[in-house]
T-cell receptor, first 113, second 114 residues
C-alpha cells in the first residue's frame, strides 16, 4: 500500500517568510509524528498527534512552530517568521496506534536563505 | 550529555564480515529500543526492535539489549555493500502513558567494502 507522503519534497524560502509542510500518513494510521533532522544528526522529535489532537508538543522549539491535524489524517506543520536555523529535513511518521512501529515519509528539505 | 550516544564512525568493514554497532542511553526507564537504517538522502527505515534483555535475531541482523548496562547493539552478519548506510539507534523515553516519540542517537555511518 501507499506509504507516508510529504509535500513539498524541497522548499526554499527567505528569512522571515511563512511556510507550510504537509504530511499524508498511511491510511488508517491514528498516530502521526513530526521530527526534524539536521545534517549529521538523528531525527529530533517535535510533536505527535493521536487522532486530531496534539498529544505531545513538547519538542516544538518555540511558538513560531505550530502543527494541525484537523480531520485526524493529513497534518500540516506551520513555521512562522522562518530563520536560517530552521533549515533541516522535516520528517513525518505515522503508526497504526501509538504503540506500533513508526513509518517515516521521505521528508521535506527546508532551506531558509 | 546526550540521551542516546552512538559512535559517529565511519565504521568500515570488508564484505562478508560482521559489523558491530553500539548505542548507550541515559534514561534508565527507557522501555523500547529500535534500530533504523538511513541511506543517504532517504528517510529512516526500521530494521529491528527489541524490548527485553537478551538477543533478538532477524535474518542477518541481531539486536542485543542489556538494560543494566543501558546498552543496545546491532550485529550485521555477512555484511554486504548494500548495508552501507547510517544506522540510527532510537529509544522511547519513560512515560506513564503509551506515547512512543522516539529519541534518536546521531547515527553510525557504516561502509561495507567490496
Amino acid at each position: 500500500g501507499a506509504g507516508v507522503s510529504q509535500t513539498p519534497s524541497n522548499k526554499v524560502t527567505e528569512k522571515g517568510k511563512y511556510v507550510e509542510l504537509r504530511c499524508d500518513p498511511i491510511s488508517g494510521h491514528t498516530a502521526l509524528y513530526w521530527y526534524r533532522q539536521s545534517l549529521g544528526q538523528g531525527p529530533e522529535f517535535l510533536i505527535y498527534f493521536q487522532g486530531t489532537g496534539a498529544a505531545d508538543d513538547s519538542g516544538l522549539p518555540n511558538d513560531r512552530f505550530f502543527a494541525v491535524r484537523p480531520e485526524g489524517s493529513v497534518s500540516t506543520l506551520k513555521i512562522q517568521r522562518t530563520e536560517r536555523g530552521d533549515s533541516a529535513v522535516y520528517l513525518c511518521a505515522s503508526s497504526l496506534e501509538v504503540t506500533d512501529t513508526q513509518y517515516f515519509g521521505p521528508g521535506t528539505r527546508l532551506t531558509v536563505l | 550529555q546526550k540521551e542516546v550516544e552512538q559512535n559517529s564512525g565511519p565504521l568500515s568493514v570488508p564484505e562478508g564480515a560482521i559489523a558491530s554497532l553500539n548505542c548507550t542511553y541515559s534514561d534508565r526507564g527507557s522501555q523500547s529500543f529500535f534500530w533504523y537504517r538511513q541511506y543517504s538522502g532517504k528517510s529512516p527505515e526500521l530494521i529491528m526492535s527489541i524490548y527485553s534483555n537478551g538477543d533478538k535475531e532477524d535474518g542477518r541482523f541481531t539486536a542485543q539489549l542489556n538494560k543494566a548496562s543501558q546498552y543496545v547493539s546491532l550485529l550485521i552478519r555477512d555484511s554486504q555493500p548494500s548495508d552501507s548506510a547510517t544506522y540510527l539507534c532510537a529509544v522511547t523515553p519513560f512515560s506513564s502513558g503509551s506515547a512512543r516519540q522516539l529519541t534518536f542517537g546521531s547515527g553510525t555511518q557504516l561502509t561495507v567494502l567490496p
